[in-house]
């Protein structure tokens, strides 16, 4: 899920590691439409549909709107000994 203060209108996502495009959307008209969003929601203008995305890697998602941009770095990871899948940053700690 991608958060923000202020309204944008379109998404991209990369992988940071390959630079690969993993996903690119944006809302139905030119206006600033959602300030949170699912990765690969499909309530949006889908121009590249949304590829798995491989805990261990590394991805970058830039977001836009009218007054800006911003851009987001995180990596998928296993928690070994419970299983459990979380977010953290490429860095290894949690994203703020």
């Known amino acids: ?5 202020r309204p944008f209108r379109s998404i991209v996502c990369t992988s940071a590691d390959h630079k690969e495009l993993l996903w690119a ?3 139905p ?3 600033d439409c959602m300030a949170t969003v699912a990765y690969g929601a499909t309530s949006l203008v889908t121009e590249i549909a949304a590829k798995p995305l491989t805990p ?4 970058a998602c830039n977001v836009k ?3 800006g941009k911003g851009f987001a770095s995180f990596r998928i990871a296993r928690d070994e000994s419970t299983g459990v899948i979380g977010v953290v940053d490429c860095d290894g700690g949690r994203p703020e």
């Open 25 to 27: 959307a944006g809302c």
């Open 65 to 67: 709107s009218r007054t």
């Open 56 to 59: 261990g890697n590394c991805y």
């Open 1 to 5: 899920m991608f958060s923000s203060e």
């Open 29 to 31: 008209t030119s206006a």
